[in-house]
T-cell receptor, first 114, second 113 residues
Framework: DGGITQSPKYLFRKEGQNVTLSCEQNLNHDAMYWYRQDPGQGLRLIYY???????QKGDIAEGYSVSREKKESFPLTVTSAQKNPTAFYLC?????????????FGPGTRLLVL | AQTVTQSQPEMSVQEAETVTLSCTYDTSESDYYLFWYKQPPSRQMILVIR??????QNATENRFSVNFQKAAKSFSLKISDSQLGDAAMYFC??????????FGTGTLLAVQP
């Protein structure tokens, strides 16, 4: 089945720790995205990648880092510099990065701080 | 900067009835795309319907249809014959020249049996 997978479903972070959220897609999509969702708010863009080995900051990139070494994978690292990381994180992809293309979402990862 | 506003934090509808969710947006662009996404309790975002701004005809997908008023910058979602499975958070989203998807704050829809 084609789709987007995210792991883990739940992730716990200790103070000062870096954690990495996984996002994999087998849809052969060029573009991938990371969003953060807080209660009562819509999704906000963290980072996006239009093609392998390329990525750009979104609206709330501070305290996060990404890599795009393979077309299928776009992991997100939440660093210790992110002071309020507790949120729901959603990964998405689209065939190309152009506006007309629909973004499809993975099931999400819930990050909690211990 | 573009913004998307959903002024109804919560809505309720009786099963089999029709409900309309409101969305307005602000932009100076002429070419853009609008989307409605559904987020059920599982929290996965599911595309409901999309509209291209250059198309005058309103998009429809089975029981879901939109009322796209470009001059008024309005993009409402109508759900006909509401079902229990329609209960979810609904997000309106805009995508323009920057290719960023900009979301509203969502409307929580409850369906009463």
């Amino acid at each position: 089945d084609g789709g987007i997978t995210q792991s883990p479903k739940y992730l716990f972070r200790k103070e000062g720790q870096n954690v990495t959220l996984s996002c994999e897609q087998n849809l052969n999509h060029d573009a991938m995205y990371w969003y953060r969702q807080d209660p009562g708010q819509g999704l906000r863009l963290i980072y996006y990648s239009q093609i392998v080995n390329d990525f750009q900051k979104g609206d709330i990139a501070e305290g996060y880092s990404v890599s795009r070494e393979k077309k299928e994978s776009f992991p997100l690292t939440v660093t210790s510099a992110q002071k309020n990381p507790t949120a729901f994180y959603l990964c998405a992809s689209s065939i190309t990065p152009t506006g007309k293309e629909t973004q499809y979402f993975g099931p999400g990862t819930r990050l909690l701080v211990l | 900067a573009q913004t998307v506003t959903q002024s109804q934090p919560e809505m309720s509808v009786q099963e089999a009835e029709t409900v309309t969710l409101s969305c307005t947006y602000d932009t100076s662009e002429s070419d853009y795309y609008l989307f409605w996404y559904k987020q059920p309790p599982s929290r996965q975002m599911i595309l409901v319907i999309r509209q291209e701004a250059y198309k005058q005809q309103n998009a429809t997908e089975n029981r879901f249809s939109v009322n796209f008023q470009k001059a008024a910058k309005s993009f409402s979602l109508k759900i006909s014959d509401s079902q229990l499975g329609d209960a979810a958070m609904y997000f309106c989203a805009y995508r323009g020249a920057t290719n960023k998807l900009i979301f509203g704050t969502g409307t929580l829809l409850a369906v009463q049996p």
